[in-house]
């Protein structure tokens, strides 16, 4: 049996050490679920707004700061994620250039002293898989290596009329002026995205192309 696909990505206030993690997402088979944090602002009904202009089954709860927020997440892990037949999947989440999301997230985890959230489960990066193994070159002649790029040309592309924002750019801004609804449409457009590729990818590729790696730490707390 394959494992269940699970993708995830993360939003930011930056690329920095001390910039925070503002938003995250995972895409399972039955839907998506979000944490987002707020940095102590209001933000009423956030999910029934998100719920208003998505399609798919959507979670979505509101956490105070930062380290409520990625404590949230490691309980949505232990309890979903943790010991169950997951491959967990994100695209360029630890590669090229380093990646971003994965050393992001170590990075703020260790500054919240929180514990690392993905145990016993296996992970693959998507960017390899799809920029090497598909051709990605647009109608323009140029070759795409970014999510809503390689999406857009690989995919029926419905997912990106989903997002509101033209450029991953406007989830800081987004977050700094505190809308919250938009920011975590974009976040849920993002990891569908990503799900739809990991899955055409498992379609035509083979299990040696995912490069499988565990993300178990060698030193628990």
């Known amino acids: 049996m394959p494992l269940e696909l699970v993708a995830f990505d993360i939003e930011t206030t930056g690329f920095e050490v001390r910039d925070e993690v503002t938003v995250v997402g995972f895409a399972v088979p039955l839907g998506v679920r979000v944490f987002v944090q707020t940095d102590g602002r209001a933000a009423p009904d956030v999910e029934a707004s998100v719920r208003d202009r998505v399609e798919s089954h959507v979670e979505v709860s509101t956490h105070e700061s930062e380290r409520v927020l990625l404590e949230a997440v490691g309980a ?3 309890e979903r994620l943790v010991g169950s037949d997951v491959l ?6 630890e590669l090229w250039r380093s990646g971003f999301d994965l050393p992001f997230l170590r990075t703020r985890l260790s500054q919240r002293d929180v514990e690392w959230p993905f145990r016993e ?3 693959a990066d998507l960017f390899p898989v799809v920029t090497n193994r598909f051709n990605t070159t647009d109608e323009e002649g140029e070759s795409r290596s970014d999510l809503a790029g ?4 690989l995919c029926d592309g419905q997912y990106g009329d989903l997002d509101p924002f033209a450029e991953s750019g406007e ?3 987004a977050y700094e002026d505190g809308r919250f609804t938009d920011l975590v449409i974009h976040n849920i457009a993002d990891v569908l ?3 739809e590729l990991g899955l055409l990818a498992e379609r035509y590729c083979s299990k040696s192309d995912f490069k499988l790696k565990s993300l178990t730490p060698t030193r628990h707390a």
């Open 150 to 153: 390689v999406y857009e040309t």
């Open 171 to 173: 989830a800081v801004t």
């Open 76 to 78: 949505f892990a232990a």
């Open 193 to 195: 995205r990503t799900r």
């Open 121 to 123: 489960m296996p992970y």
């Open 88 to 93: 967990l999947v994100a695209f360029n989440g």
